[in-house]
């Protein structure tokens, strides 16, 4: 009982270290990310998910993905990416429970998560590993900065990106680097392709940002939840009808 009791102490001072950083910090500080990152208890759960899991969204994003899957059983991998992935489990979630064939790529910047990322892929002593759900698919992290993917993403590859939270952390560090990095996960972006900005601010303040971004793209917002008490939203952006 006093072990259990210490654990459920340590868990609750974790979760408001947690709180802490994240409103006292600018969230669109590395070190901040590293630091939360490398704050893991054992027998903790081995993601964190800002806002809500794969769980909460797996039905949009099948949707997505279906509307992009060229027909036929030989058809190749469909590639998504994951701006700002942190540990979240919205890559590992498609890996390992989507039936498509997918090619998933997660990018963050801060090397702390991108390594537990990859330990959590290939498994450690307290995790067994992911498996793909679907024989073709494919998982791969890499530690790169999501306003300047020029290196490691080609223009036009991705027929699938997401942003869960990564807009709201970097636009914290000034209107630039939100511009930034939505002109970045445009550029990448296939030319049918979506890309989707999960987010809790309201529609009132997003879509102008969105539309003068997107340039002849159409954006639109779902409203998702409420989870846990609280409504979200995705804006997706997407080439005109």
Do not use: I
């Not at 994003?61 to 919205?90: F, H, I």
């Not at 080609?154 to 942003?163: H, K, N, R, T, Y």
Request: aromatic share 8%; hydrophobic share 40%.
């Amino acid at each position: 009982m006093a072990l259990l009791r210490r654990f459920l102490h340590e868990a609750t001072r974790l979760q408001r270290s947690w709180a802490g950083s994240l409103a006292d910090s600018c969230l669109a500080d590395p070190s901040l990310w590293d630091r939360l990152h490398g704050q893991v208890l054992p027998g903790s759960a081995p993601n964190f998910d800002w806002f809500f899991g794969y769980e909460e969204v797996q039905e949009l994003l099948l949707q997505l993905l279906q509307k992009g899957s060229p027909p036929g059983p030989a058809a190749a991998p469909l590639k998504v990416l994951d701006v700002g992935c942190g540990t979240s489990d919205l890559c590992p979630g498609l890996y390992a429970k989507c039936s498509l064939p997918l090619n998933v790529l997660g990018v963050d910047f801060s090397p702390v998560a991108v390594s537990r990322m990859k330990g959590l892929l290939e498994g450690d002593g307290d995790h067994p590993g992911l498996h793909p759900r679907h024989p073709a698919s494919q998982l791969h992290f890499l530690q790169a900065d999501a306003r300047n993917l020029g290196s490691v993403c080609p223009s036009g590859s991705f027929q699938l990106v997401l942003d869960k939270g990564t807009w709201d952390a970097v636009a914290r560090g000034g209107r630039t680097g939100a511009e930034q990095l939505l002109s970045e996960c445009l550029r990448v972006l296939a030319p049918q392709g979506t890309l989707v900005q999960f987010s809790d601010e309201d529609p009132d303040v997003r879509l102008p940002c969105l539309e003068q971004g997107a340039a002849s793209r159409l954006v639109t917002v779902h409203e998702l939840g409420p989870f846990r008490g609280l409504s979200y939203f995705a804006y997706l952006v997407q080439a005109a009808q």
